[in-house]
C-alpha cells in the first residue's frame, strides 16, 4: 500500500476496518500516545531521544507522565484496575505483569516484528514478563543488584572487597569507611516505605538472613527470629554507619549521595552502575569497584531480579502506535542509539543477551558483575526454606503490593527512631496476617 492510499485509509475506515487492512502496525495520522514512566535516569534519557522516534514515525506525537517510582505504581495501577484509560504505554516490571496479564489487563505483544527478535532477550527477564506463552510487556531494562563501592576508601581503611561478600564483611568495612566530620558515610542503603523501595532491599536482604514472608501455608512469618535478626542488623548497621535522614532516602537520593562522594558502599540496582561511574555526573566516577550482593552463608544471596518494562494497557485506542513504540524502545538499534549517543557504558543494561557478546560491551567495567548477578538471581527459589511463593524481593501475588507498602511504612519509621525493630515487626506480622485472612488465604 502507497503512503498516499494508506493516508485515505487512515481517514475514512474504521479502527477494525483499519487493523485488517493495513496490519497492526498501522496508526492514524495524529495519534498521541501517553507513556507513563518512572523518574529513573535511564527513562529520562530515553525521553531526550525519541526525536529519533518521531522522525520516524511522523503520525505519532509522544506525550509523557513522568513519576516518582512510588506515584507511578499507584497511579498505574489505579488506571489499569478501573481501566480509566490515562496512559497508552506503562512502565511496570516484572511484579505487575504476570498478574495483570492473567487478568487480561495488558495486551500481548507477540506480534512484534521478527527483527526485534524476542530469543534475544535474556531468558531470565523474558519468562518474568511471559504468561501462558504471551509476552505481555517488553524489557526496557533487566537488573539485579549488587555492591558498589568506592575503591578509593576501601583502601583506605586497609580492606580489599572480595568478589563475593558476606553481611559481617559489609558492615566491618561501612565502619571503616565512615568519617561523619566529613559527611563520609559507610553505607547507604533504601529506607524510603514503598513495596518497591525500601521493601524491595529488605526483602531481598532478609532471604540471605533465612526469612521469609509466608511458612507453606501462608502463614506471615515477621515473628520469626529470622527475620528480627534482618532487621535489627539492618537498623544497626544504618545507625552506626549511614547517612542522616536516611528514612526518607529510595533509589534517586542514594545514587545523588554516591554520586557526591558520600557513601562508601551502596548497595541497589545494578543498573545504577552507568550513573556512578559516568564522570559527568559523579564526582567518584574513577573510584568505583562492584561485587555480589552479600551473603551470610546460608546459600541466598541479597539480589534481586528486576525488569523496568513497557506494556499496553487492554482497551486503549492507540494499541498499533503504541507497539511502534515499544518495539523502538526495547530494540537492539535503540541500544545502538545511546550508544552513539552517550557511549556504551550508558546503554540500557540487563535485557538482551547481545549486549553481552558485543565487542563494544564487554570491556565495560560493571558489565560482567551485572550479568552474573542477573542470572545467579533464582525467582522460582528465593528462601533458605520453602515457600508457596515466586518472587525474591517480592511476593508475586496481588495482594504484596498493599501489605508490603504497610509494613514498609512501619520499618521505615523504625529506622527514623520511632519504633523499635520489635515493635515494628509486632505490627507487620499483625496487619499482614489480617490482611492475608481477608484475602482468604
Avoid at 23 to 38: K, Y
Avoid at 107 to 120: G, I, Y
Avoid at 224 to 234: G, P, R
Amino acid at each position: 500500500m502507497t503512503l498516499k492510499n494508506m493516508k485515505n485509509v487512515l481517514r475514512t475506515t474504521s479502527a477494525a476496518a483499519l487493523l485488517a487492512a493495513v496490519g497492526a502496525h498501522a496508526v492514524s495520522h495524529a495519534d498521541t500516545v501517553t507513556i507513563a514512566t518512572v523518574n529513573n535516569g535511564d527513562m529520562i534519557r530515553m525521553q531526550k531521544l525519541t526525536d529519533d522516534f518521531t522522525s520516524r514515525n511522523p503520525g505519532i506525537t509522544l506525550e509523557w507522565v513522568t513519576l516518582e517510582e512510588n506515584i507511578l505504581r499507584q497511579r498505574v495501577t489505579q488506571d489499569i484496575a478501573t481501566r480509566g484509560g490515562q496512559f497508552d504505554v506503562l512502565t511496570i516490571g516484572t511484579y505487575e505483569v504476570p498478574i495483570w496479564g492473567r487478568n487480561g489487563w495488558l495486551v500481548s505483544l507477540n506480534d512484534l516484528p521478527a527483527e526485534w527478535d524476542v530469543d534475544d532477550l535474556l531468558p531470565a527477564i523474558r519468562s518474568g514478563l511471559t504468561v501462558d506463552g504471551n509476552l505481555y510487556a517488553a524489557p526496557f531494562y533487566g537488573e539485579s543488584s549488587m555492591v558498589m563501592y568506592r575503591t578509593d576508601l576501601m583502601e583506605k581503611a586497609g580492606l580489599r572487597m572480595p568478589e563475593a561478600p558476606t553481611w559481617e564483611f559489609i558492615r566491618e568495612a561501612a565502619a571503616a569507611m565512615t568519617d561523619r566530620d566529613n559527611e563520609t558515610y559507610g553505607i547507604c542503603l533504601r529506607g524510603k516505605a514503598g513495596w518497591g523501595e525500601n521493601m524491595a532491599f529488605i526483602t531481598a536482604t532478609s532471604n540471605a538472613f533465612g526469612a521469609r514472608w509466608f511458612d507453606e501455608n501462608w502463614t506471615p512469618q515477621f515473628d520469626s527470629d529470622a527475620w528480627s535478626t534482618t532487621l535489627n542488623f539492618y537498623l544497626d548497621l544504618m545507625g552506626d554507619a549511614g547517612p542522616p535522614g536516611a528514612s526518607t532516602n529510595g533509589f534517586n537520593e542514594n545514587l545523588s549521595l554516591f554520586q557526591q562522594g558520600k557513601c562508601g558502599m551502596w548497595i541497589d540496582a545494578t543498573v545504577a552502575a552507568s550513573f556512578v561511574t559516568n564522570p559527568n555526573d559523579s564526582t567518584v566516577a574513577d573510584e568505583v569497584g562492584f561485587a555480589l550482593a552479600p551473603d551470610t552463608g546460608l546459600g541466598k544471596r541479597s539480589n534481586w531480579l528486576w525488569a523496568w518494562a513497557l506494556a499496553i494497557p487492554a482497551g486503549t485506542q492507540k494499541e498499533a502506535a503504541a507497539k511502534q513504540f515499544i518495539e523502538w524502545a526495547t530494540s537492539k538499534e535503540y541500544i545502538e542509539l545511546v550508544a552513539s549517543k552517550e557511549g556504551w557504558a550508558n546503554v540500557p543494561p540487563g535485557a538482551r543477551s547481545s549486549l553481552y557478546e558485543n565487542p563494544n560491551y564487554k570491556d565495560i567495567p560493571f558489565a560482567r558483575m551485572t550479568l552474573e548477578s542477573i542470572l545467579s538471581a533464582d525467582p522460582l527459589n528465593p528462601t533458605v526454606d520453602p515457600v508457596p511463593y515466586v518472587g525474591i524481593q517480592f511476593v508475586a501475588i496481588p495482594e504484596f503490593a498493599g501489605i508490603a507498602t504497610e509494613v514498609g511504612q512501619e520499618f521505615s519509621a523504625a529506622l527514623a527512631g520511632q519504633q523499635t525493630a520489635a515493635e515494628a515487626l509486632d505490627k507487620a506480622q499483625a496487619l499482614t496476617a489480617d490482611a492475608m485472612e481477608a484475602a482468604g488465604y
